[in-house]
């Protein structure tokens, strides 16, 4: 009686969970690592470099490196060097740095790229904005912070309600950060403006607060959805530029003032404090939790400290619930300025994997990888499940966020040095920055069987049970701390996986499984698991 009880609950759940939902067929056969032993996989694998080299000479390159055939490697670094050389030419330094870095990154050929790489960056940095700023543009006082702020006007046309037209306005808030007319705000201020799927065109303006009257006309330089941030140009000098802080340096109860034009009020100052330094509401870092009212109309605008200088980038409050704010720390605003003043949207890169921190006596001991993606870049290095990323490019990682912190800096397509430890022995690879997806749990879904899929999805490593019903699974193990394990689930447990389906609308993956769990004796009990299409701890 409770197995048909659990059944016809399971039923309900099923039609409630999965009517018009997507579903996507599970890959027929995983790609699995080369085996570089078998001659015939040797000589396919060179096939492909070949073919690599016309279309992604770094992707080229970073197969070449893990092949090791010698000429077909100085091939692709002779192919690399000469499009480094063409960046060059064309003044392209984000392309430049991409190439250089790439070649640095193989084994016993950096030292000699050091200084060229070196000399690029150092020209490509002297002409981004907000690094460096004339004293005499720096404000003294507070009116003159507000006076280095503007609003972001965004016309998106009008909008038809209950038959009456109306003007469809965004307003949001930004800050100069360069005496040429430079300004940073949220990308979701001015994502219709940047969206490719929009049908009618957008205007975009910026005012001042000395004068709300006049419009000047804005452009987006570039933007990055992911961070929320935007760098935007008007055709001015300000009077005042906001210098860029080092938000590491504030601590939970530091206070802060926030600057920005909610509800339309411009100039409009607030004050409060650091709440906490690491509330993970974003995919690729922490930001900053603070009590001072913000409303709509504030993102964008800047957080500053007691001297003066912007140490977050507003970008969300919760309206319902007073004093609950959060802000973008400055500090992956000045990791990503480089990217962001190269021009158009600014693309993440990932190694193609699931981790998290390793700790041990509450010491960070490296990034703990969990699952590796069949046909990802970290498959093809030869990164394993249990091996603990301990550095890369030359510098130590020691937790998720110090990875994918490091990664921001780099455009996609960059080979970069990785350190990392394999049961207690210190190993080196190189690492291909392949560009992250939108959703890296649909990637997952249609590169792996769900035996593997549901480990990074749900934190559970199921195997089949059952000859004659493939939907039967028994758990092999159960992340700490996943979704699994807030559910009660253990090692064990039996689970039949009745309908899976994916929703687009609200970026979310949902199954539909019966289990029997250890702990609660073996009862049937029908559940819908849910996961995001996207999760901090891909990398």
Request: aromatic share 10%.
């Amino acid at each position: 009686m409770k197995h048909k009880a659990s059944l016809i609950f399971a039923a309900a759940l099923a039609f409630c969970f999965f009517t018009g939902c997507k579903t996507f067929d599970q890959p027929k056969n995983v790609e699995k690592p080369l085996d570089y032993t078998d001659r015939d996989v040797v000589e396919n694998e060179i096939n492909t470099i070949h073919e690599l080299l016309k279309t992604d000479c770094t992707k080229a390159l970073f197969r070449a490196c893990l092949l090791g055939e010698k000429e077909l490697l100085d091939e692709c670094m002779d192919e690399v060097r000469q499009n480094a050389d063409k960046a060059v030419e064309e003044k392209d330094y984000a392309l430049t740095l991409k190439l250089l870095k790439s070649l640095a990154s193989v084994p016993a050929k950096g030292n000699e790229l050091t200084s060229l790489y070196d000399e690029c960056l150092k020209a490509f940095y002297a002409d981004v904005p907000g690094f460096s700023v004339e004293s005499k543009k720096l404000p003294a006082t507070i009116a003159q912070c507000i006076d280095a702020t503007v609003t972001v006007w965004v016309d998106q046309g009008y909008k038809v309600e209950n038959g009456a037209g109306y003007a469809d306005i965004v307003i949001g808030s930004g800050f100069f950060i360069d005496s040429r007319g430079y300004i940073i705000t949220n990308h979701h201020v001015i994502a219709e403006v940047v969206n490719p799927k929009r049908k009618t065109t957008c205007k975009l303006y910026i005012k001042l607060p000395s004068d709300m009257e006049k419009k000047l006309p804005a452009k987006v330089v570039g933007y990055d959805s992911v961070m929320d941030l935007a760098l935007l140009k008007v055709e001015m000098e300000p009077d005042y530029v906001l210098a860029l802080g080092a938000s590491s340096d504030l601590e939970v109860g530091d206070k802060i003032s926030v600057i920005g034009t909610p509800v339309g009020l411009e100039g409009t100052l607030t004050s409060g404090i650091i709440s906490s330094t690491s509330r993970s509401l974003i995919t690729m870092g922490n930001v900053f939790q603070i009590d001072a009212a913000v409303n709509s109309g504030n993102s964008g605008g800047p957080l500053i400290d007691n001297d003066r200088k912007v140490q977050a980038v507003i970008f969300a409050g919760m309206l319902q619930y007073q004093g609950l704010n959060f802000a973008i720390p400055v500090e992956y605003l000045k990791q990503e300025l480089p990217l962001l003043y190269s021009g158009g949207e600014l693309v993440h890169g990932w190694f193609g994997a699931y981790g998290h921190t390793k700790k041990m006596r509450n010491e960070n001991l490296g990034l703990e990888i969990q699952y590796v993606i069949p046909g990802s870049p970290a498959s093809y290095a030869g990164l394993k499940i249990g091996d603990v990323i301990t550095g890369l490019d030359g510098q130590p990682v020691k937790t998720l966020e110090e990875l994918q912190f490091m990664c921001m800096k780099y455009k996609p397509g960059t080979v970069l040095s990785c350190n990392y430890e394999r049961d207690g022995q210190e190993l080196s690879c190189v690492i291909y920055l392949e560009k992250r997806p939108e959703a890296p749990l649909k990637q997952i879904y249609v590169s792996d069987f769900v035996d593997d899929a549901f480990i990074p999805i749900f934190g559970i490593k199921m195997v089949r049970s059952s000859t004659t019903n493939k939907k039967l699974y028994k758990i092999e193990y159960v992340l700490e701390g996943s979704i699994a394990d807030q559910n009660g689930f253990s090692e064990n447990d039996m689970l039949e996986l009745r309908d899976i389906g994916f929703y687009d609308e609200g970026e979310a993956f949902a199954a539909l499984v019966v289990v029997q769990r250890r702990k609660k004796g073996f009862i049937d009990i029908a559940m819908q698991l849910v996961s995001s299409y996207d999760s901090p701890n891909y990398f």
